[in-house]
Structures are given as structure tokens and as C-alpha cells.
């Protein structure tokens, strides 16, 4: 990049650092001077969260580098749109954000809500979309006719991905999460007790006992509790069978559906737990679809386009006066 250096960037950076009176709040975050143009701490977070939401965050996810050097490639890209004319107008730009909001189901003041929301600012998002249009229109004229995909490049994009896609099936289907899970359904079932009277406690779990042995399935309650006072139907659950007390999934699985075990203590009194029923449930198994032949001969064209914009943007990027002042970042 070009370090040279003019006369009015020097005092510009130097009022910038040491004047009191123009001095931003973020002062101290500066990050990079870009065209003479500070790059604090705020904008590279402003542009990963500005990314997030419009869902254009690159291979490979966002940091605070990654963001710096978007914003230096977003000032180059408007400076080339500048020199050939092609920065959009007011109009077409309220048109382009338009119809980003529209594909995001917003409304253009949902989408400014949304951003301000996030502490994205509204000239941070425009000038992101004006250089986006800008410099499209320079790859559109100077590429639009050249790009283009060969059947043999299509055929390995498409094998690619297949393989890519039982790859991506293979790990999924390997992780222990998608293995079946046994899920018991459990019923609560209370003998309300007041109070801690001991005997009492004794007595309601007697009452309990007999109730358990009388109990068959979880329709019979009614009838396997006849004649002891006010036995109650609690809540029933599903509980993944893994996750319980390897005793209480012992017993569980000796009495069988149907039955219950206990008599424990609970909340509210005397509590046994009915195993009501017994199923596995499998994960289903993920469907990637394969793309179509047009879909990946797009993927093709894309991937080609991106490479002629990264090797036009290494060429432009010298042309752009770049200054470091957090010296990590130029690494």
C-alpha cells in the first residue's frame, strides 16, 4: 500500500490525536486513518454486526481484522467507483435499499430500526451498499462477458460438493446426539400430607404401598387407590432415561409399564413415580439436497468473479493511503 504521505493527511492525523476540541469520544480506538479518513474500534464493530444482520458474513465467520480490511476495500472500491462514474445515484440507492429491506420481509424504516438496534449507524450501512453497487458495476463492465463456466468445470463443482455433502452427512450422523434416545413417560402420583407428623408420614406411606401394589397402568389409578383418602394424579412427563438416577431407571424397568415405584417423600406428601409408557425416538437423518446444474454453475461463475475482484482490489489498494496506528493490524 502507499505509505507517502501528504502534508494536510499529517496535520490531519495529528489534530485528530492531539486536539482536545475536535476530539471524538472513540478518539483513543483509532484503529487505521484510511484516505484521511479515521477507522476507530466502533466501525469494525459496526461492520461485523452490519454484516450479521444482512447475512453476508464471509467463509470462515468475522473478527475485528477481517472488518478493518473490509472497510479499507469498501473505501477502495468507492474511490474506483468515483473514477469511472458508476457510484450510484440518490435514487438508485434508495431503490437497492428498497429492495434489500424487502427480501429481509422489512420495511426500509424496519431495516434502519433493525440497524440502530445493533449500533449500526445509517451512513455506515449506506456507504456499505453504495460501494457494493459501485464496484459491481465496474466487475459487471469489464468481466460481464468474459466470465463464464465450462461444462468440465461444472462437473467437478458438482462432484465436489456431492462429496462435500456425504462428508458433511458422515460427521453428522457420527455424533452422539443422533443416536436413539429411550424416553420413559412418568406419572406423579401424591398423597397429600399437612404438616411433618411422623406417624402420619408412616401412615400415608403404608397407604402409599398399597396403592403401588394395587396399581397396574396409569387408566387405573381410580381403581388401584379405592378406598385411601385423597390420592392425587399428578403431572405426567417424559423424562430421557439416560438422565435419571441409575437406581430410580433400575427400578423402573423391573416393574414394568404400568406400574410405580416408591413410596418416596415429596414436596407435598407421599409421591410414587409410574412408568406409563416406553419409546425411542431416532433423530432424523439430514436431507441435503443436491444442487441443480444451474445452481452450480453459478457457485462456478461466483467463485470466478470473486477471485477477478480480489486480484482487481489488490491492484486498487495501492492507490489508497493507508496508516496503521494499532501496528497488530497491519500484520
Excluded: W
Amino acid at each position: 500500500m502507499n505509505l507517502r504521505r501528504p502534508a494536510f493527511a499529517a496535520l490531519l492525523a495529528a489534530l485528530l490525536v492531539c486536539g482536545p476540541a475536535i476530539l471524538p469520544a472513540h478518539a483513543a480506538a483509532i484503529i487505521a486513518i484510511v484516505n484521511d479518513q479515521p477507522i476507530t474500534g466502533i466501525d469494525l464493530k459496526q461492520r461485523v454486526a452490519l454484516l450479521e444482520i444482512m447475512d453476508d458474513v464471509p467463509r470462515g465467520g468475522m473478527d475485528d481484522r477481517k472488518a478493518l480490511k473490509q472497510l479499507i476495500d469498501q473505501a477502495v472500491k468507492i474511490q474506483e467507483a468515483k473514477r469511472y462514474s458508476l457510484l450510484p445515484s440518490d435514487t438508485e440507492l434508495n431503490d437497492r435499499i428498497k429492495a434489500l429491506a424487502k427480501n429481509m420481509k422489512l420495511t426500509v424504516d424496519q431495516l434502519y430500526a433493525k440497524l440502530e438496534e445493533k449500533g449500526v449507524s445509517r451512513t455506515a450501512f449506506i456507504e456499505y451498499v453504495k460501494a457494493g453497487m459501485g464496484f459491481n458495476r465496474i466487475m459487471q463492465g469489464k468481466y460481464g462477458q468474459q466470465v463464464k463456466a465450462s461444462d468440465a468445470e461444472i462437473d467437478a463443482k458438482m462432484a465436489e460438493l456431492k462429496n462435500n455433502i456425504s462428508a458433511e452427512t458422515a460427521k453428522i450422523m457420527n455424533d452422539p446426539r443422533m443416536r436413539p434416545v429411550t424416553v420413559f413417560t412418568l406419572m406423579e402420583v401424591v398423597l397429600p400430607v399437612d404438616g411433618n407428623d411422623p406417624m402420619l408420614m408412616q401412615s400415608r406411606a403404608i397407604e402409599a404401598t398399597q396403592v403401588m401394589q394395587r396399581l397396574k397402568s396409569c387408566d387405573g389409578l381410580k381403581a388401584a387407590s379405592e378406598g385411601v383418602f385423597d390420592v392425587k394424579k399428578g403431572k405426567t412427563f417424559e423424562a430421557d432415561a439416560a438422565k435419571l438416577p441409575p437406581p430410580m431407571k433400575a427400578a423402573l424397568e423391573k416393574g414394568g409399564v404400568g406400574r410405580a415405584i416408591g413410596p418416596m417423600r415429596g414436596k407435598d406428601g407421599i409421591q410414587l413415580i409410574a412408568l406409563c409408557g416406553v419409546r425411542k425416538i431416532t433423530p432424523p437423518k439430514p436431507n441435503f439436497a443436491v444442487p441443480t446444474r444451474d445452481q452450480v454453475e453459478r457457485v462456478v461463475i461466483n467463485e470466478k468473479y470473486d477471485k477477478l475482484e480480489e486480484q482487481y482490489l489488490s491492484t486498487a489498494r495501492d492507490k489508497v493511503y493507508v496508516e496503521y496506528r494499532d501496528q497488530s493490524y497491519a500484520q
